[in-house]
């Protein structure tokens, strides 16, 4: 009879020549066809006029009540968020985060900075929200990129001169984060955070920068990537195959003639296969010189 310490220094054996194996064919778990979408990849922030949320107006009501620039537009939101007890007040001693790449597959960050002038566009149209937009291929595909992510915010401006924003729509058609195809749940976490920097030149023309505001991070748990759906403020339960409600809330934030706009996006795999693969590693590094003695003995 095999003794228990060879039976498991036999099963580790067994598992590292799988692991080289796997490592060999380029990948150790195969990636789920809707995730792992890490190439040629480019993120986009555009200011939206009242035209361009077209599309989104149902939800953009749910925050502000009446359309853009239609009558008493902003009478509801400051009610609204405060018994949804959602305010969120304005920061000024904020620390920026950096964007920085994460190297595990199983939590994927992208983001992008946007450096803004006025908050109208050439024809003096005002903008009520903004979107933000990743392209990419997957990691193997040679073919052409495509839109993988989408959020919409719209934003209004009330008689302080403070804006208030909140999320209208998402949808993320395919992951950055690397999610295994094993399984019969294919899901991710995303965590969205936008933050504002104001900048101008003084009288001596030098140069300022101050971090003043950061959006309260948008959380979008157990997302489905077998089947992405499209979340909205505005979902009331209508065909919840395709749509689902969009939980934010407001964000206040001060009115900067010419502004930086940063967006981090953080995408995890909700199967923790990272620590999986960590507690693996583990394994094998706590019992490598019991697999060496192991070798030897077998073949004295």
């Known amino acids: 009879m095999i003794k228990k310490e060879a039976y498991n220094i036999s099963c580790l054996l067994l598992l590292i020549s799988f692991l080289t194996l796997q490592t060999g064919c380029g990948y150790f778990l195969p990636p789920h066809a809707n995730s792992f979408y890490t190439k040629d990849e480019t993120v986009t922030v555009k200011m939206l006029t009242c035209d361009e949320l077209k599309d989104y107006k149902e939800d953009w009501r749910v925050y502000f009540g009446s359309y853009c620039d239609e009558p008493k537009a902003f009478a509801f939101a400051p009610a609204i968020a405060l018994a949804a007890g959602i305010v969120v007040p304005i920061v000024v001693d904020y620390a920026k985060t950096k964007l920085k790449e994460e190297s595990e597959n ?27 937009v990743r ?91 077998d089947s992405p759906k499209v979340l909205r403020s505005s979902f009331k339960g209508e065909n919840p195959d395709k749509y689902g409600r969009l939980e934010g809330g407001l964000n206040s934030f001060p009115i900067s003639e010419k502004f930086w706009l940063t967006v981090l996006v953080t995408e995890t795999d909700t199967a923790k296969t990272k620590q999986y693969i960590t507690d693996l590693s583990d394994i094998l590094e706590k019992n490598k010189d019991k697999i060496i003695d192991f070798i030897k003995s077998q073949t004295n």
């Not at 960050?109 to 929200?129: L, R, V």
């Not at 909140?166 to 936008?194: C, D, M």
């Not at 900048?199 to 991070?217: L, M």
């Open 106 to 132: 199983y939590v994927q960050q992208f983001g992008t900075t946007y450096f803004g002038t006025s908050w109208e566009n050439k024809d003096k149209k005002k903008y009520y929200g903004f979107e933000i």
């Open 135 to 225: 392209n990419a291929k997957r990691y193997n595909d040679t073919g052409e990129k495509e839109e993988v992510f989408k959020i919409v915010y719209g934003f209004l401006k009330d008689d302080k001169d403070i804006f208030w924003a909140a999320p209208l729509y998402f949808k993320t058609n395919k992951t950055k984060a690397k999610v295994s195809s094993w399984g019969s749940s294919h899901k991710i976490n995303t965590k969205v955070e936008i933050a504002l920097d104001a900048v101008w030149i003084d009288g001596q023309k030098k140069y300022h920068k101050e971090n003043i505001a950061k959006f309260d991070p948008l959380i979008i748990k157990d997302y489905e990537i």
